[in-house]
């Protein structure tokens, strides 16, 4: 198969930057954007691997990064796939920029659409579709800029994090507060921080899982499932899975131990939380993959704390990235992951042999054409 990889390199999104600069923010003050700006960028490592995982199971393979040129590029390109991984910078659709493109140029592309995308980078909209299906998920209210904050009848210890973010952007160890006054504080400090509304949910203090699935229908698929630990965090820690937890204490050099996979569950816990993943994807639309974030309540409920449809997918396994990790051990190696997904999504699509026989058809024409 043809496949374009559409991504958000590093690269890419500080040109992004610093185009937003110039045409909007123009004539503002302009504070240095926040340390973890730039979490969600593809690295060179990554979009390289992906390319090369895609190369070694006979694709053709090109990348496009998801900037001005993309459409350009895909127009031109037109392949038989686009693999999207792109996460963009700014918007409300910056994740839903490749699957609205892929569907003006009737290309196929893998992963959830513009919709599924959109509202899933909204963590209050997603609650608010979570709440109306009956499952179960932390109760929360939202604080826009310059709104009167009123936290009365609200029960503390709560998580304060931006709306519209992932990667743990804008959650760190102070993003947990156990009263009122600080949890104002914080509001005010991550609304200037990350020009965003913020989401102030009641905190799930059970334990913590994350859940990868792919396919559609009825071949959708749970994998193992992956339990999070904090015993590894410093001890003051607060127990999340915070930005200093993700990207501060946790690198390739000295991984942090936090992960089980499969996680120890008893048959009925396991149950729960896959049918959980499975009631959470179908309501959202979700296709293809997604990776599911899972926290217990105290009554040992499986809450929903969100939905990633464009999950990170690091190849090196020392990433501690979660998706390849449960692929990993339901026996995928990275380019059996990929290949599958790219897989998962032809049968969505309706390719497989007919567009072999339809792209060669296509060849021969050309060549009988030319030869005239
Ligand atoms: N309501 C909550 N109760 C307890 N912990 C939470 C809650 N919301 C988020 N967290 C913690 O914060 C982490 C990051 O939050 P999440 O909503 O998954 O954001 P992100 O999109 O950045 O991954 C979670 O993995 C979890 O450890
Ligand atoms: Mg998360």
New binding site residues.
């Given amino acids: 198969m043809r496949i374009a990889v559409a991504y958000s390199s590093k690269k890419g999104l500080q040109k992004e930057y610093r185009k937003h600069l110039e045409e909007f923010l123009f004539d503002q003050e302009e504070e240095p954007p926040p340390s973890d700006f730039f979490a969600e960028g593809d690295s060179e490592c990554t979009i390289n691997a992906v390319m090369e995982a895609f190369r070694s199971k006979g694709h053709t393979v090109c990348g496009v990064e998801a900037d001005d040129e993309a459409p350009v590029n895909l127009a031109r390109s037109r392949p038989d796939m686009v693999f999207n991984i792109a996460e963009g910078l700014f918007g409300d659709f910056r994740e839903s920029y490749i699957p609205m493109v892929c569907e003006r140029l009737g290309l196929p592309y893998s992963g959830s659409g513009p919709l599924t995308l959109a509202v899933c980078l909204n963590?209050e909209r997603t609650k608010e579709i979570l709440s109306y299906h009956s499952i179960p998920n932390?109760r929360f209210m939202t604080v826009s800029p310059n709104e009167k904050i009123n936290l009365d009848g609200f029960k503390f210890p709560a998580?304060i994090?931006p709306v519209a973010?992932?990667?743990?952007?804008g959650?760190f160890d102070d993003s947990v507060v156990d009263d009122a006054r600080t949890a104002k504080k914080r509001i005010v400090e991550k609304i200037r921080k990350y020009r965003q509304p913020v989401i102030v949910?009641?905190?799930?203090d059970g334990r913590?899982f994350t859940v990868a699935a792919w396919g559609n229908g009825t071949g959708f698929e749970v994998l193992p499932i992956i339990s999070i630990s904090y015993d590894e965090l410093p001890s003051n820690a607060r127990k999340?899975?915070?930005y200093e937890a993700k990207w501060v204490w946790d690198t390739p050099e000295k991984p942090l131990d936090i992960f089980k996979c499969p996680a120890d569950l008893t048959s009925k816990e396991k149950k729960l939380i896959e049918d959980t993943v499975r009631k959470t994807c179908a309501v959202l639309g979700v296709k293809d993959l997604c990776r599911v974030?899972i926290?217990f309540d105290s009554k040992g409920v499986p809450n929903v704390?969100?939905l990633n449809p464009l999950p990170g997918i690091l190849p090196n396994p020392d990433d501690n990235s979660c998706f390849p990790k449960a692929a990993r051990t339901a026996g995928y190696n990275y380019p059996d992951m990929l290949d599958n997904i790219i897989r998962i999504a032809a049968k969505r699509w309706g390719i497989g042999k007919e567009s072999e026989n339809r792209r060669t058809g296509e060849r021969a024409a050309k060549k009988s054409r030319k030869s005239k």
């Fill in positions: 963590k932390a998580i994090k973010e992932g990667s743990s952007k959650i949910e009641e905190f799930l913590e999340i899975y915070s974030d926290r704390l969100e």
